[in-house]
């Protein structure tokens, strides 16, 4: 029996008891509502589900995420007692049965992420077996709901007179895990329509609004997360309250009357319109700066937005890995200072996500290529790390430099990085384009397989891209709008195309070809000047026609990167980047020790695509022919992309090289 039928088969069987029949069927396909408009942001994102990656680079970790780790991530709820919890709650409320709470405290958030997982999924491909499997889990789900609307089955099991009694130290969670399950009910209702959990979260979300608030408890959660879901329900209902609630949170967040701070671990040491630095615990910073950009495209309160820009800088120009990792140390999961990041890096998973995520956010606020190159590098390389590629092993931290010691887990006792990649894969379309709908501007931040259908003015317009991104730089993108009409095309022309420097200057490049100079562009087969760039975008306005096809050429050469001279562990040192993806190398692929690469500046690199080694990859070599069997043998220099290690066993790896000139 295959895992996910033996997991709808114990499902089955609990919402059977649920319901008091035999036969839970699937609901009737619900309609999906209309999408709503960030009234202050310039752009509208293209939703996931407009967005269809059916092959190619993110077709294969689309089909991975469906086919593997939603399955494995519950299974492994399962076995580890958070499916049993809801089961145990929902007994307790009905006063059936008793039982203890198993495991970690803030375990339900991990179901929560799986179902919005599993709805993202159901949403992207017709799945009638999975959209039952998340109907019977969303059951179970709102069986565990108390009838005033609190929903936490630690407390709920075996704390039930302790409920909101532990807001601070040691935090118990409940307003973070309560913020999942809001997220998940609006994501879910916005990609399929339903509005089962949507229920669920609406009565749960009222209940909070009238324990805290202005003329009621005084607290903010102690991790920031409750926030942004907040703002996403108040999208999904229209529900002015939980946008009020949700800003309320945030402008209580250090201010400390009434209530003791959470320090600046947890972004408490100042209030957020005055935070111009980064600091504590990096997921929750990032939740926070998230849900600030959410709030201030909702409100247009241009004080959000100014801080939202100190966060980003500091984090972005000062405070980020080469990877897009970010959260230099496990003390307390947080940042260091400026430029102190130690390649023994701490970069939690959830982190990286959250960056791209905040990233996203500021792109549609200020259509400039800037957030998306930022969003590009975090994506492919810190965030695509913290899972394998067959996507049933994860790294919570993503160091930099590794000893082999620390490998990938099929879980954690602390799961929220499976459970967060989870849910984010599927959802990755939405990261690819935008529209402008006042200038009627398609945006095109992603290249990748793939195509998307979505309103743009008033007709229907079609993109399809065909390409072997991230590893060539060839795209083709057909453009068919419902009738010829004239519209702008906005291609983000890639940082290291570009300029040589990230902002901030915390990372220079060498051989950026000149975008003007080298790129290349051509409509329906003639060849147009890619202009003057907007932004880093590239505009093209004129009347499209049915079938009108753009093709690009983005040089992709192979680039040494070097840190600003203040990260003081990469002095002397280079890391390899082709197109977005940055390369590490892996003791295993070296004669002797890892710590003997030493790469010159006058030494000649080679790029080489092989379809056949960990899923299909260009790596780098220092060799001139074109070997087929290197990949199988020791080599003095063989770099492979740093999301796909830890892939063949654990082993020392490396992304900083030593540089040192061969002369020297
Ligand atoms: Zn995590």
Redesign the pocket.
């Known amino acids: 029996m295959n895992r996910m039928l033996k997991c709808s088969v114990a499902l089955l069987l609990f919402a059977s008891w649920l319901c008091g029949s035999s036969n839970v069927i699937a609901a009737e396909p619900a309609e999906r509502p209309v999408q709503t408009r960030r009234p202050f942001a310039k752009l509208q994102p293209v939703p996931f589900f407009e967005v269809q990656l059916n092959d190619g680079f993110w077709g294969a970790r689309l089909k991975a995420s469906r086919e593997t780790t939603i399955p494995h991530c519950i299974d492994q709820c399962e076995k580890t007692g958070r499916i049993k919890n809801f089961e145990l709650a929902a007994k307790k409320l009905a006063n059936n049965e008793d039982g203890n709470y198993i495991g970690l405290w803030f375990n339900d958030s991990d179901v929560y992420k799986i179902v919005e997982g599993m709805s993202c999924l159901a949403a992207l491909k017709k799945d009638s077996e999975l959209e039952k499997q998340t109907e019977e889990l969303v059951k179970l789900l709102a069986a565990a709901q108390d009838e005033d609307g609190y929903i936490d089955t630690y407390f709920t099991i075996d704390r039930r007179d302790e409920r909101f009694k532990h807001i601070y130290e040691p935090s118990r969670h409940e307003l973070y895990c309560m913020g999942h399950l809001i997220e998940a009910a609006a994501v879910r209702y916005q990609a399929t329509g339903h509005k089962d959990l949507l229920d669920v979260a609406i009565k749960l979300a009222d209940h909070i609004d009238k324990e805290f608030g202005p003329d009621a408890r005084p607290e903010v959660p102690e991790h920031e997360q409750l926030e942004l879901a907040l703002v996403g329900l108040y999208r999904a209902t229209g529900e002015k309250k939980y946008l009020e609630l949700a800003k309320w949170f945030i402008d209580q967040r250090g201010v400390h009357v009434r209530r003791v701070s959470f320090g600046s671990e947890n972004q408490d040491h100042l209030p957020v319109r005055k935070q111009k630095e980064i600091v504590g615990h990096a997921?929750r910073a990032m939740y926070l700066c998230m849900s600030i950009a959410d709030v201030y495209v909702e409100t247009g309160d241009k004080e959000l937005l100014e801080a939202c820009r100190n966060l980003w800088e500091s984090t972005t120009y000062r405070k980020m890995y080469v990877t897009g990792g970010i959260g230099a140390t496990g003390h307390f999961e947080a940042f260091r200072g400026d430029y102190d990041l130690p390649n023994l890096a701490y970069s939690?998973?959830?982190?990286q996500?959250g960056l791209v995520r905040f990233a996203h956010r500021m792109l549609q606020i200020d259509p400039h290529a800037e957030y998306a190159d930022v969003l590009e590098r975090t994506l492919y390389n810190g965030t695509l790390s913290g899972i394998s590629l067959a996507g049933d092993r994860f790294f919570?931290r993503n160091q930099l430099i590794s000893d082999g010691k620390y490998c990938r887990s099929a879980w954690m006792d602390?799961?929220?990085?499976p459970s967060?990649v989870a849910r984010f894969v599927p959802q990755v379309g939405r990261l690819f384009y935008s529209t402008d709908p006042a200038k009627k501007s398609l945006y095109v931040h992603l290249y990748g397989n793939g195509s998307c259908e979505t309103m743009l003015g008033d007709g229907k317009v079609k993109f399809a891209q065909k390409t072997n991104y991230p590893w060539e730089g060839h795209v083709e993108l057909t453009v068919t709008p419902d009738e010829s009409r004239e519209f702008e095309v906005c291609l983000r022309v890639p940082q290291w195309l570009r300029q040589t420097e990230t902002p901030g200057k915390l990372y220079h490049m060498t051989d950026a070809p000149s975008a003007e100079e080298q790129m290349t562009l051509k409509i329906n087969g003639k060849p147009l000047s890619p202009g003057k760039l907007e932004n880093g975008y590239c505009r093209i306005s004129r009347t499209w026609m049915k079938g009108d096809m753009i093709e690009i050429d983005f040089p992709m050469p192979i680039q040494r990167v070097y840190s600003n001279q203040k990260v003081q562990e990469n002095r002397g040192h280079v890391a390899l980047q082709r197109g977005p993806i940055v390369y590490c190398v892996e003791a295993l692929d070296i004669e002797g020790q890892l710590d003997s690469v030493v790469l010159s500046p006058e030494t000649k690199l080679f790029a080489r695509h092989r379809p056949d080694f960990l899923g299909g990859v260009t790596v780098i070599t220092d060799k001139a022919e074109d070997l087929e069997s290197e990949i199988s043998k020791k080599s003095s220099l063989l770099a492979i992309p740093y999301y796909a290690r830890d892939n063949r066993g654990s082993t020392g790896m490396k992304v900083w090289l030593p540089e040192k000139k061969v002369s020297d």
């Open positions: 997921v939690e998973t959830c982190a996500i919570y602390c799961s929220c990085c967060n």
